[in-house]
């Protein structure tokens, strides 16, 4: 089964608006990773953040953890057109080196 | 090309055929895993590598057989497809063991008929 699950599936949102995107997990975790996916591409690491951390930042990127309800949030500010990809978060664990995704959240920006 | 190449992009093939989908990395990366995706389902786990000749069975393992005997290629063979193998298939590749930043291929969009 999957560790992560997003929420909310999908989400349309004007250019030059805010996009939040929540993924909760079941299981405790060493670190926690948001990708990116266009249209018939694979998935493109954008931003980590371990299990110790509360928040990251990267660019338009902020991130937050919260392991003690088991979630985290993704927000991508001032969107552009470009932003329109899925999300997934995926988890790793420190009994083993593979991660889990979820099924991610579809956003499109519209121009 | 430096990164990791999967082939071919595009496969379509019978039910009951043996059909293996190659991923190549040129960086030496330890680990590598295969994923299949579907709609609904995000990534799902086939199996992973932690180095040539180590392989281990994901959530998904059945009907699929991998082999590492290099560092740098990562086989995945369905020995008998079915039509529930119709997927998009990603490789990808990671240099540390914690799974920091994997780097993924462009996928194989495979159709069993």
């Known amino acids: 089964s999957q560790q992560g699950e997003e929420d909310p599936q999908a989400l349309s949102i004007q250019e030059g608006e805010n996009a939040t995107m929540n993924c909760s997990y079941k299981?405790?975790?060493?670190?926690l990773q948001w990708y990116r996916q266009n249209s018939g591409r694979g998935l493109v690491h954008l931003i980590l953040i371990r299990s110790n951390e509360r928040e990251k930042h990267s660019g338009r990127l902020r991130v937050t953890l919260d392991t003690s309800k088991k979630s985290s949030s993704l927000l991508i500010t001032a969107s552009r057109a470009a932003d329109t990809a899925s999300y997934f978060c995926?988890?790793?664990?420190?009994?083993?080196?593979?991660?889990?995704f979820g099924a991610g959240t579809t956003v499109t920006v519209r121009a | 090309d430096a990164g990791i190449t999967q082939s071919p992009r595009y496969k379509i093939t019978e039910t009951g055929r043996q059909v293996t989908l190659m991923c190549h990395q040129t960086?030496?990366?330890?680990?590598m895993f295969w994923y299949r995706q579907d709609l609904g389902h995000g990534l799902r786990l086939i199996y992973y590598?932690?180095?040539?000749?180590?392989?281990d069975k994901g959530e998904v393992p059945d009907g699929y057989v991998v082999s590492r005997s290099k560092t740098e290629n990562f086989p995945l063979t369905l020995e008998s497809a079915t039509r529930s193998q119709t997927s998009v298939y990603f490789c990808?590749?990671?240099?540390?063991?914690?799974?920091?930043?994997?780097?993924f291929g462009s996928g194989t969009r495979l159709t069993v008929v």
């Open positions: 590598s932690a180095a040539a000749d180590i392989t």
């Open positions: 990808a590749s990671s240099e540390l063991r914690t799974g920091d930043g994997y780097t």
């Open positions: 960086w030496s990366h330890s680990y």
């Open positions: 995926a988890t790793g664990s420190s009994n083993d080196y593979k991660l889990s």
């Open positions: 299981t405790s975790i060493n670190n």
